[in-house]
Structures are given as C-alpha cells and as structure tokens.
Nanobody, 116 residues
C-alpha cells in the first residue's frame, strides 16, 4: 500500500517559517525523485521544488528561490520542505509527489496559510 503522509502545515504570520514533512511507505523511496507542488484557490497546481534520486540535486520555482529548501532523508523515507520568510502569496495546499518513469504518487495535501 503506497502512502505519502504530509504534516507541518498550518497558520503562520508573514515572515515566519514552517517545515513540511512527507513520510513515504509502500515503495522504494530511494529510487524516486521527490517534489513539492502547491495549489492556491482558483489557480493551477504548480511545481515548487524537486530533489533527485540519491544525488540530492535540487531545483526551485523562481518565486521561492532563496526562501525554501527541499531535502530528503532516505533512511527515514521522508522528504522535507523548509519554508522561510513566508509571504501571503505562499498560501496554498501543498502536495508531496513521488515519481519514477511513468509512476507517480501523491500525498493528500496540507494547508499552509500565511496571514497577519
């Protein structure tokens, strides 16, 4: 049974920080690239950050570069998204994604709200 279980979302003030976690099970985590997506109300789902298999190569959307950091711990089957200097426009549902060739798995999504 494939599962991606996200945690760490919530309400935070502008300029604050949150750390999202995604715990994976039911597949060989180390063989999958991992990504974080987000979707705000009325908008398309967009790619926020990605991290490659084993190598740790990362890529980020221009809107979050310098503020967000994606990382993975293969021993714990977990991927993280550290979010700093949060802005109201970061408000969205954040989704964890695992991909290998034609296979893809999605988490349930976790709400992040940035508001004063």
């Amino acid at each position: 049974q494939v599962q991606l279980v996200e945690s760490g979302g919530g309400l935070v003030q502008p300029g604050g920080s949150l750390r999202l976690s995604c715990a994976a099970s039911g597949f060989t985590f180390s063989l999958y690239s991992m990504k974080w997506y987000r979707q705000a109300p009325g908008k398309e789902r967009e790619l926020v950050a990605s991290i490659s298999i084993t190598t740790g190569n990362t890529d980020y959307a221009d809107s979050v570069k310098g503020r967000f950091t994606i990382s993975r711990d293969n021993a714990k089957n977990t991927v993280y998204l550290q979010m700093n200097s949060l802005k109201p426009e970061d408000t969205a549902v954040y989704y964890c994604n695992a991909a290998q060739w034609g296979q893809t798995h999605w988490g349930q999504g976790t709400q992040v709200t940035v508001s004063s």
